[in-house]
């Protein structure tokens, strides 16, 4: 009898150790999936890129940077910008290979997903291009289509496009003209404008001296040409998450 007992105390205490070895090997699993989401967001690799600029830059090029954004953000741009509810002012511009597109055209077909970038010349744009190409199939299967515009030139645009493989339509917005529209053109501070021209030739690549650039915006408009969903930040580092949007395009009715 005592045997028996023994026995039984025995097999209970291993299917406990057995028990709890899945258990904690379940969470090991789902803590590596939770940081391989995390390490694949957008969110991380423009963070990353923040880290490594703040360890390399020197302290007088940190401070022209932080207040440049300070500078967008007193402008009172934010508040300014088309917002929910608005209606998103139609355009026609070309793409990279001088074929006119019109949103209104876009609409027709569906939803839109209307995003601005800097230039080429940004890394923290062509991070978040390539994150859009690889959400874009999660846009489409909820039945939007993704427009991204740029104030560069359009030999500017077809080499950004050609570089991140991207298979949605890129316009060059020259002069900012549809930007202005919507309410998300800035001047840039002397000491950035200096900076960028003299790194990269700004001027160059947007084929004017007006040192004017877009925020980093993104919208959702609807078939009906309402702006549904808004993402605006003075900070250019920051950029709308894709998952977010394809999220949101789920919700829409």
Same mark, same amino acid.
């Given at each position: ?39 694949? %967001? ?15 830059? *020197? ?12 500078? +967008? +953000? ?32 876009? @609409? ?45 030139? =359009?030999?500017?645009?077809? %080499? ?12 060059? *917005? ?17 000491? +950035? ?8 030739? @700004? ?31 003075? *900070? ?5 998450? =894709? ?11």
């Amino acid at each position: 009898m005592k045997l028996t007992k023994n026995r039984i105390l025995i097999t209970f205490m291993f299917i406990c150790i057995i028990s709890c070895t899945n258990e904690k090997q379940i969470k090991n699993k789902e803590d590596i999936n939770l940081n391989n989401g995390i390490e694949n %967001s957008l969110k991380f690799k423009l963070d990353e890129k923040k880290s490594n600029f703040e360890l390399k830059a *020197d302290e007088k090029k940190k401070r022209i940077y932080k207040e440049g954004i300070e500078s +967008v +953000v007193k402008s009172g741009i934010l508040k300014k910008a088309k917002q929910v509810g608005d209606k998103a002012p139609d355009f026609t511009l070309n793409n990279a290979l001088g074929k006119p597109v019109s949103l209104s055209e876009y @609409l027709k077909k569906g939803k839109v997903v209307l995003t601005w970038y800097r230039g080429g010349w940004c890394p923290y744009c062509n991070l978040t291009l390539h994150a859009l190409q690889e959400e874009l199939s999660n846009f489409k299967a909820n039945g939007a289509n993704l427009i991204a515009l740029t104030p560069e030139l =359009p030999d500017e645009s077809i %080499s950004t496009s050609e570089k991140n493989n991207l298979e949605f339509e890129v316009l060059s *917005d020259l002069g900012n003209k549809i930007a202005k529209e919507y309410g998300i053109v800035f001047k840039l501070t002397d000491e +950035v404008a200096n900076i960028y021209n003299q790194s990269f030739e @700004l001027n160059n690549h947007n084929g004017d001296k007006s040192n004017e650039l877009p925020l980093a915006a993104t919208y959702i408009i609807n078939e009906n040409g309402e702006i549904e969903y808004v993402f605006l930040d003075a *900070d250019y580092r920051n950029r709308a998450e =894709p998952s977010d949007i394809t999220k949101f395009l789920k919700n829409m009715e």
